[in-house]
C-alpha cells in the first residue's frame, strides 16, 4: 500500500523491491493519507484523506493494478482480479468518521472472520506502544483521553453495528 502511495508511480513492485528503503522514502510526496485500513482475504477496507490531486483515484487504479499483475505473475495467470469499480463514500460528519474506522479496524469481526485471514490498523490504535505509524491516527485518537477510551468506543460501536447489521438482513431478505 505504501509503495502504490507515492505521486511518482514507482514501476514494478518486483524491480521495487531492489531499491533501498531508504532511496524509496526520500521524498516522496503521498497520493493520500492513511487513517485506518483493513486487509481481509477476500476484500479490504480503507479510510483515507486525499492529500495529491486525485489523489484517491490515482492510488486505488495503481494499487489494483499493480496487485493484478503481481499477483497474475505469481501465479500464472492472466485476467482481471477484481470485479468491478472500487466504492468510496465521502465522510461527512465526525460521527461518522469515528464509526466508519470502527467498522474498518474491526471489520473481521464485522465479517465474522478469524483474525489469523486479517490485518488492520487496529493495534496502532490500541496498544500503548505505537507499534507503526503508518495510520495517521491522531485525527481520530485526539478526540480520547487515551487509547483504552478509544477502544472502548470502538468495541461498543462494533456491536451496534453488528446489531444494526443484523436488523437490516432480516428486514432485506426475511430471515
Not at 477484481?82 to 468510496?88: H, T, V
Request: hydrophobic share 35%; with cysteine; charged share 25%.
Amino acid at each position: 500500500m505504501d509503495e502504490f502511495n507515492v505521486i511518482e508511480p514507482i514501476g514494478s513492485i518486483y524491480e521495487n523491491s531492489f531499491i533501498q528503503k531508504i532511496d524509496k522514502v526520500m521524498a516522496q510526496q503521498k497520493l493520500v493519507r492513511f487513517v485506518s485500513y483493513c486487509l481481509n482475504a477476500n476484500h479490504y477496507h480503507f479510510l483515507v484523506e486525499q492529500v495529491s490531486d486525485q489523489g484517491i483515484e490515482k492510488f486505488m487504479h495503481r494499487l489494483s493494478t499493480g496487485y493484478t499483475k503481481y499477483f497474475n505473475s505469481k501465479f500464472y495467470r492472466t485476467g482481471s482480479l477484481f470485479q468491478g469499480r472500487y466504492k468510496a463514500k465521502y465522510v461527512d460528519s465526525n460521527k461518522y468518521l469515528l464509526y466508519l474506522s470502527s467498522y474498518i479496524n474491526l471489520n473481521n469481526q464485522v465479517h465474522r472472520l478469524g483474525s489469523s485471514t486479517s490485518k488492520s490498523s487496529w493495534e496502532e490504535f490500541v496498544w500503548e506502544d505505537d507499534v507503526s505509524n503508518f495510520c495517521h491516527k491522531n485525527i481520530i485518537l485526539d478526540q480520547f483521553k487515551n487509547k483504552n477510551e478509544y477502544k472502548l468506543f470502538a468495541e461498543e460501536a462494533l456491536q451496534i453495528i453488528l446489531s444494526n447489521r443484523e436488523t437490516f438482513e432480516e428486514v432485506e431478505f426475511g430471515s
